[in-house]
């Protein structure tokens, strides 16, 4: 594989409550991710001039604030996002058809508006942070993880999204029912001997490649390193080598 589309694949996760910090991690790290992730924490506490200003740092964003809530919130939230230029958002599969279907909707005609492409649109599906044991005994659904999450990757596809967020250990799965273009967003990940701290269902970044993943998210490991360049470039060789077998 070649670096650029190497590069194309890693989305660092920006988890820090300050602008100055998550702008000087983009600074060190653009040559080595295609897209930053901003979650909660740097949301709320900084707010939108945070992606605008990660955007003028020539940064794409993945707002990451897992939208869930009754589609008409749903989608006036998408407008505001889409309007923000952000490349990516999520919205919770949980959240079910009516509200999936009313994101992309509303991304698209706010895109419209503007002249713009529509951001990609992608659903959450079982986070990565739960085991199949949580899964059962404290979110009492029945099944396996794993047929849950292909069946939330097709309806996500019928409303017309874009792709999922899920752990890698589905993405062949999804790969299969959903089709090549499918966007699969896959956190927990880590690299070999890393600690998985909070993550359960966990895949090295060459696992994850080989599974079908289109888009690796990598928070801690690359950002508490001492050295965030070196495992950011470290990273980025895997996912260069990964496909080249
Ligand atoms: O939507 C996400 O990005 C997400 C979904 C999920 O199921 N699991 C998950 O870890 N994430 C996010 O991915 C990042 C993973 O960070 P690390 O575990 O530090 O690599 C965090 O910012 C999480 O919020």
């Known amino acids: 594989m070649k670096v650029c589309e190497a590069k194309e694949k890693l989305i660092i996760a920006l ?3 300050r602008a100055s910090r998550a702008f000087s991690l983009v600074e060190r790290l653009n040559p080595f991710a295609g897209m ?3 979650g909660m924490e740097l949301f709320y506490s900084q707010g939108p001039p945070v992606v605008e200003g990660l955007i003028r740092r020539r940064g794409r964003v993945f707002l990451d604030l897992k939208l869930h809530d009754i589609p008409h919130t749903v989608a006036r939230t998408s407008r505001v996002l889409t309007r ?3 490349a990516m958002f999520n919205v919770h599969a949980a959240g079910g058809r ?3 279907r009313a994101a992309v909707e509303s991304a698209g005609e706010a895109a419209a508006a503007m002249g713009v492409n529509r951001p990609l649109v992608i659903a959450v599906t079982v986070l990565t942070s739960i085991n199949q044991q949580a899964f059962t005994r404290e979110l009492g659904l029945d099944g396996s993880i794993l047929d849950r999450v292909v069946a939330w990757a097709l309806l ?7 792709g999922v967020v899920a752990s890698a250990r589905e993405a062949a799965a999804i790969r299969q029912a959903c089709g090549p273009d499918f966007v699969i967003v896959a ?3 880590r690299p070999a001997g890393a600690d998985a701290g909070d993550q359960k269902r966990v895949m090295t970044p060459s696992q ?3 599974a079908g993943a289109s888009h690796l998210v990598v928070g801690r490991p690359v950002i508490a390193a001492p050295d965030p360049v070196e495992v950011a470039r470290n990273l980025l060789r895997e996912i260069e080598e990964g496909n080249n077998g």
């Open 84 to 86: 923000l230029g952000v």
């Open 156 to 162: 996500a596809r019928e409303c017309g999204l874009d």
């Open 187 to 189: 956190p927990g990940i």
């Open 98 to 100: 009516d509200m999936m």
């Open 15 to 17: 988890d820090v409550d």
């Open 36 to 38: 930053f992730k901003i």
């Open 208 to 210: 994850a490649l080989a």
